[in-house]
């Protein structure tokens, strides 16, 4: 069936322009037209390239996946010439001499890259409220969020002015926008993506992710993404996903083993979200898979050290931003009062917070009692999902406990917009790939989602467990898009 | 409910907040280190710290220069509030008066 370019998957738009049957100028001027029509509703881009960032002299990729997809990708990735702001003021103006590795290899792959999307500042928000450039609405109900940090990334391919979309994960900034606009959102393993050029929020957990809107596309964007990365320490040895080689047909599901922790699944739980697992547990079970309980340690723990990690990180990683080498500058008389002065004027509320826990957090005599002791429960944390990990071969539970919030419902309660991802966290803590897939709607029109966590590099699997979803419960072609406000 | 000196936490992660700044992040990081207290229940007195999810990782590349790679010193100037040809420029660090 014939459908709108900006509609076709990512994989369709590849195998076509590479075979010449379709021009990469009349697939940009598609997506074109649909940022056009939606922005003045949602504000997914903070920079918006006309005729897309195009390969340009990059060595091809031997087998090229991408070839004329248009990609939106988080303002917090590094694109050599195209401004990069973390959706901070304190970068307004910066424009990075040099591409992410990432940005590099989609080149390679023949991408086209069509904007920088807006995020929480510094990636340090569920909402996008906290962007210095204000706030990306949710297109199934733009006065509610689109979640964050990479909501305006999860906007712009639930639109559809963007086939597929780059985003970063530390806390969840991945699956929870995606669960917010029936996407599927991936947080691979640590290390399976360079972070190369990605702007550091919290080195030990920051993590390209990928927004789709099918299993395949996701899969495709990570094969030609993933792969070791020399110029970042802490990426995988290895080769990158064989995208060729994996099985996403209809049997794709038959014989795996899904574990679900049901004391997770209780009180505070949206009544639509729980559905929402039940219908996929029974997907699942009809497509040949087994679903079984497991056990985890009560999901607060993962928030309590989180909090005290991914802060202590961020004031370090923040310590750059002192008005010296780029970016914003404040006037003043000595060079003690410039980092003062600067941090105070172009740092936002939320990333002030954080960067004062960590700092705290870190300080002489609380040193041992926050951040040491997180790092020791962030050992428990990652045995805990291991063990609950032997004998199946992914988690499912849901992946935030609710719909999209309001616009300001959370926003003056740090603690409540921080317990929105509280199903998230326990992977970024363990280095463990996780996959947020759509699970419907509420009764309102409001899509959510569950996630699948699996065992480090088994991406595989999560993309595996995603097809056979699609083959049960709905076509991801023929998905439900939101509907343009008049 | 813990108390934090927020005065002097923001003098060490040098950020100028203002007096009601001050006051209101006092409030909002005492009531984050309370819900942290929920870890003590975990019982982690003999527990390991881990600070790398993965036991290995690639080798480190080799220790060699590789000035092909390295930004030209005027495009890292550029991009910098004050710089003159060959370095960035910032106001006394000895305050002199």
Not at chain 1, 25 to 41: G, M, Q, S
Not at chain 1, 302 to 316: F, G
Not at chain 1, 404 to 427: H, N, Q, R, V
Request: one cysteine or more; aromatic letters at 6%; glycine letters at 10%.
């Amino acid at each position: 069936m014939s459908r709108p370019l900006w509609q076709e998957s990512a994989g369709t738009i590849a195998e076509r322009v590479e075979s010449g049957a379709l021009a990469v100028d009349d697939v940009v001027r598609a997506h074109e037209e649909v940022a056009e029509a939606w922005e003045p509703h949602v504000h997914a881009y903070l920079t918006r390239v006309k005729g897309g960032i195009r390969p340009n002299g990059e060595a091809p990729a031997k087998r090229k996946l991408l070839s004329g997809v248009p990609v939106a990708i988080k303002d917090n990735l590094c694109t050599q010439g195209v401004a990069t702001t973390c959706g901070s003021r304190i970068l307004e103006g910066y424009v990075p001499p040099y591409d992410a590795t990432v940005v590099k290899r989609l080149k390679a792959h023949g991408a086209v890259i069509v904007g920088k999307t807006n995020l929480d500042e510094f990636a340090m928000g569920s909402s996008t409220e906290n962007s210095g450039f204000g706030t990306s609405r949710n297109p199934y109900d733009v006065t509610r969020v689109p979640g964050g940090s990479s909501g305006g990334s999860a906007v712009a391919v639930a639109t559809g002015s963007a086939a597929v979309a780059l985003g970063s994960e530390t806390g969840g900034s991945v699956r929870q926008p995606a669960s917010f606009t029936n996407l599927l959102g991936l947080k691979p393993t640590y290390g399976r993506l360079s972070r190369y050029g990605l702007v550091a929020f919290a080195s030990s957990m920051d993590q390209v992710g990928i927004f789709s809107r099918s299993a395949s596309d996701g899969a495709r964007v990570l094969a030609a993404l993933s792969g070791h990365d020399p110029l970042d320490a802490t990426s995988l040895p290895g080769p990158a996903l064989d995208f060729d080689a994996l099985d996403l047909g209809e049997g794709a599901a038959r014989g795996l083993t899904v574990g679900v922790p049901r004391a997770l699944l209780g009180e505070g739980l949206d009544d639509d979200v729980a559905e929402g697992q039940r219908i996929v547990e029974a997907a699942l079970q009809a497509a040949g898979a087994t679903v079984r309980e497991v056990t985890l340690l009560p999901p607060s723990s993962w928030v309590a050290t989180y909090y005290l990690l991914a802060t202590a990180e961020a004031s370090s990683n923040l310590a750059r931003f002192d008005g010296v080498r780029y970016g914003l500058r404040a006037p003043a008389k000595n060079v003690l009062d410039l980092y003062r002065e600067t941090r105070e004027a172009g740092f936002g509320a939320e990333v002030k917070r954080r960067i004062l826990l960590g700092t705290y957090a870190l300080s002489a005599g609380y040193y041992d009692a926050y951040y040491g002791k997180a790092q020791k429960a962030r050992r428990r944390i990652q045995e805990d999902l291991l063990a609950a990990l032997e004998g199946c071969d992914a988690l499912l539970f849901p992946t935030a406990p609710t719909p999209a919030f309001k616009i300001g419902e959370k926003a003056d309660d740090p603690l409540a917009m921080y317990l929105s991802d509280i199903f998230t966290i326990g992977a970024n803590l363990a280095g463990l790939p996780a996959l947020s897939v759509p699970a419907g709607f509420t009764g309102g029109g409001l899509p959510v989602g569950v996630q699948f966590t699996a065992r480090a590099a088994r991406e595989d699997l999560l993309y595996r467990l995603a097809a056979a979803l699609e083959h049960q419960l709905s076509d991801p072609l023929e998905r439900r898009w939101p509907t343009k406000p008049s | 409910m813990a108390t934090i000196d927020v005065r002097h936490v923001a003098l060490l992660a040098r950020i100028a907040l203002s007096e009601a700044e001050s006051e209101r992040m006092g409030k909002e990081l005492a009531a984050i280190l309370d819900y942290v207290k929920t870890l003590d229940a975990l019982g982690l007195e003999d527990e390991t710290p881990l600070s790398h999810v993965h036991d290995t990782f690639a080798p480190p590349r080799p220790d060699t220069p590789d000035p092909a790679s390295c930004l030209p010193r005027a495009v890292v100037l550029a991009q910098a509030p004050l710089a003159d040809d060959t370095s960035f420029l910032v106001p006394p660090v000895v305050d002199t008066r």
